[in-house]
């Protein structure tokens, strides 16, 4: 049997793991952060615990009790966390990234539950790795390469979608997307475009520039 005191060092130690992978989608405002990571690696170290311990106690009574069983469960069960952290926003689709690193850190749960703190610790000092070296990579030599939808609330006037074409196309590649909706009520219109940041420029610069055209009242990138 695992005794209860070491069960509190492998909660607490599930607990910073997940702390360690929450807090880095947190600071890049993804939908599961850093309390969902600590809670479900916590809880994935418990069920890891009590499977063991139920194998244990019941060894007399059920000789052949398979102590995975309820790990089993937590690893095809965090699927339908997974699918709520998965987002779409226009053509994209957001926190495919959250969706794995939860389910890879309900098996380092899992793992820490049984016992096995560097392959737990080791893991997640991968996942780190990956997630903070890998956004490096993404921003400074494929962000250029995504497609991005931007929707835009402007007054009612005909020429400014000439103008903000012309906005556009000086930092970005449009593509031939294009969706209007005027409200004749309140005269205005709502404007969505795609685009391909062409190399060089940014995002930020993309929306300070538009922001600078009279007649804007919103702007919502995708």
């Known amino acids: 049997m695992i005794a209860n005191e070491e069960i509190i060092i492998r909660l607490l130690a599930a607990a910073v793991l997940g702390g360690l992978v929450g807090y880095e989608r947190e600071r890049n405002n993804q939908p599961a952060g850093l309390r969902t990571h600590i809670i479900l690696v916590v809880g994935a170290a418990l069920a890891m615990v009590l499977s063991v311990n139920l194998a244990i106690a019941f060894r007399a009574i059920a000789p052949n009790g398979d102590p995975a069983r309820l790990a089993a469960q937590v690893i095809s069960g965090i699927g339908f966390l997974g699918v709520g952290a998965i987002i779409r926003y226009g053509p994209n689709v957001k926190g495919l990234t959250t969706a794995t690193s939860m389910w890879s850190m309900a098996i380092v749960g899992l793992a820490v539950g049984l016992g096995y ?10 996942l780190m790795v990956t997630l903070i070296a890998i956004n490096f990579v993404e921003k400074r030599f494929i962000r250029h390469l995504v497609l991005s939808q931007i929707i835009i609330t402007t007054v009612d006037k005909r ?3 000439n103008k ?11 593509q031939p997307a294009l969706s209007i909706r005027k409200d004749l009520h309140n005269k205005r219109s709502k404007i969505a475009l795609q685009f391909r940041l062409r190399d060089g420029h940014t995002v930020d610069g993309l929306i300070e520039e538009l922001t600078g055209l009279d007649g804007i009242r919103s702007i919502n990138l995708e």
């Open 117 to 126: 703190y560097l392959a737990a610790a080791f893991t997640t000092g991968l």
């Open 159 to 161: 020429e400014m979608l």
């Open 164 to 174: 903000i074409r012309e906005i556009i196309e000086r930092h970005a590649v449009l």
